[in-house]
């Protein structure tokens, strides 16, 4: 099947299996590994990008489904070669250690912030709480998110 | 090799943002199935649906004729090139895939090799196996009973299911401790198996070169040399022809220290096809078939005297192995460092009997984030030190206090035959306690009781063991556990540094360059830092059991201080003065008494391939490997506060206030993220990890579904503390901290729950401790609302 999708504002069409996994579109055809898989139940999160600026598990999303939508990975974080505030969040609060959970934690992050600029801690637990990390504990992830809430003018995740 | 210089730290003790972490936050880093190569195909393993069958037919012809496929490999194609079975990092056997039997649910049993991932998972379904279905044997009991199937026909000589049997301590003065004993508290108890699972699962890339030979074999290891000479023993492929990169680790925790079936056939697949073969594992394989933990059944009697005195110690163990042995641990010890089950009490006499057995389960068992056993036997120790002080009617505290090995009582020797190196245990737990609060803590529980409120606190005072090792006690098949480092240092001022052991997110690229600003005054971004391939790395043992700091930590300050008494040859040259006139002020060198007359390290350095005293060789270049004298052993204490719904028999962590002592602090803020990622997962494993299976073997757990993991909402804050006894022979006075937390922990949330409930006379909840069985407790003692 052939589909038209936006992947971080840059619009491509491919021809595509009905069945193919869109995080495997997005890893394998577009070769933007920095969507991960985590598990095989949509249990981890490690996936997650943003369809039209919502956090959805690509691993459990078809290629075809996404035709017409526009994509956020990871890779579209960066703005005009600096780090989004998350991202430069996650580094000042050592929120990352193996940084296999990293992408999809932030994507979730940024989304939050653009609906919710000064989230609580409550807030950002239940908004992560579907994405697993298994190396830092969630503390200072929840820090990283609140540095971004802190020093980032949250932009509108643009996709 | 006293801890060097009483100069003040410029860079140890320094929370240095990482260096890893710009590529992992512009979603850049290098994970194995981020790696594509040129004509590369894709694996897919079909396993066993049963735990325990006899195969008597496999049918391919349906698999390979799916358009594609380019390979299906079984058994009987290995067991052609003697590559059926491979030898486990314990000395035993595996198979690589089944041949005669399965003995587990998820056993390998054939590999599709095919163009894309999607046809090979599409051509496991096409593989028809006929299976004759045998009893499976569940549990280490059942597997020691006379009459029990015998999983292991396939190794000569072997008539049960008993893999070891193994003693430590002294029998006899435990004997008599015990015939004079007040007292004999008894605790048994299960330390349930759980799983490391990374959130990457396992996965390689095997690419033999048909030209050369050569195979180059990208893969998730913690251990990439070991990895690489196993090979070389299992394939009998040269050495020298086989290179093992490890890219960047998605987690480790133990899961990827072993050799895991996948990696082999894929190399026998890519070196019999010719083109490079991705195996990436999928969760279910992760959570089934790979490296386990824990399953140790225990059971730990305690001498007392009247007083409270702990006179000896008494432990049985039993260790579910699954199908084969395949712990990664020092040939030495059968039941990797168990016998440190002594942990920080002063036990004049201990014994220890271990047992270790066969079942249909998946081989095992890897230490998740763990020294060793270490966290099984902690555990032990720390609720059967509650359960006695219950028994003597004496307060938990303070009962530990007064049977803890005494700050001036270091090095003191176990009984087990540990020498532990350092430690201040009161201290860490009377700052635990002031920082909880614990004495109005109690005075709380007993107001929350007359409410009708169950409030429990829990601590545990652990000591761990980490560091392997002394190579004359420690080794992985016989390759002794040292750790290098080498160390080059570039004309224009910087360095780069090659380690043995390999970072799975713990920060080495970070943590490692402190070490050599700390020692040669070059700051932390000028210092590259290179691990996890074999071709470019010295030889090194990798990281887990918190080893990386103690060993590699070592080799790497001992090869700094070398290259710096180079420099100051150098310096002295430069400078016009005699070596002993040099002052090293930790970036320079200057003249003693004329601080204008120096040279910076740079400055030197440049020297080094430019302006040389008559008749020294040029560069600055070294490699050290360093066999430390002895582990490190951190401890600490952490306090738990719970409180548990009447009603539904949930239990929450309130507080959580852990203090870590792991000596010198490299990098606080690294030191910290480890102490948290080890906290929730002692909590995980005290609240819901669990791999389980029913009678006929099936695993449950085989996914994220039911094998749970905490998510931010239930994972508790933490409030840290640390005290600092440095290592008195760790070059830098650091000891490993990255498990000390999983180590710990566990026993500290059991222990808070138990006491909640210890009025009404419970004494023990089994692990993961779920709010049914809390409910059970709290109804039999007719607590529940
Ligand atoms: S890969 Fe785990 S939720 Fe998608
Ligand atoms: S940083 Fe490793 S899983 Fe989150």
Redo the contacts between chains.
Sequence with gaps: MKIEVTVNGVEHSAEVEPRLLLVHFLRDSLELTGTHIGCDTTSCGACTVLLDGTPIKSCTFLAVQANGRAIKTVEGLIRNGSLHPIQQGFKEEHGLQCGFCTPAMMLVSAALLEENPQPSEEEIRWAISGNICRCTGYVNIVKAVQWAAANGQSERAQT | MAVDEQREHKWLGKSV??K??????????N?L??I?LPRMLHMSILRSPYAHARILSIDTSRAEALEGVVAVVTGELLAQHNLAWMPTLSGDTQAVLATDKVRMQGQEVACVVAES??IAHDALELIEVDYEPLQAVTSPQQALEAGAPLIRDDKEGQEDNRVYHWESGDLEATDRAFAEADRVVSLETFYPRCHP?????CGCIADVDPATSRATIYMTSQAPHVIRTVFALVAGLPEHNIRIVSP????G?GNKVPVYPGYVVATAASLLIGRPVKWIE???GNLISTGFARDFHMKGDLALTSEGKMLGLRVKMLSDQGYAYADAQPSKFKAGLFHLVTGSYDLPAAHIVTDGAYTNKAPGGVAYRCSFRITEASFLIERLVQSAAYEIGMDPVEFRRLNFIKADQFPYESATGFVYDSGDYERALDLALEQIGYAELREEQKRAREEGRLIGIGVASFTEAVGAGPSKDYDILGIKMFDSAELRLHPTGKAILKLGVKS????HETTFAQIVSEELGIPPEDVHVVEGDTDNTPYGLGTYASRSTPTAGGATALIARTLREKAKRIAAHLLEASEEDLDWDGERFAVKGAPDRAKTIQEVIFAAYTDLPEGMDAGLEGVKYYDPPNLTFPFGTYAVVVEIDRGTGQWKPIRVVAVDDCGVRINP??V???I??????GYAMAAMELITFDEDGNCIGS???DYL?P???E?P??ELHETVTPSPHHPIGAKGVGESATVGSPAAFVNAVVDALAHVGVRNLEMPVTSDKVWEALNEAGLAQ
């Design positions: 943002k990482r890893e972490d710009e590529r992992f936050v512009r979603g850049r880093g994970y199935d981020d594509k991932p999607y699972a990374p959130l990457e699962c960047d680790i998605g987690g925790f999928d969760r279910t799975q997110g713990q920060g803020m690294i910290e993220g480890q948290m990622g080890g906290l929730t997962e996914n994220f579904m993991i998510t931010a909402w994972t804050h933490f």
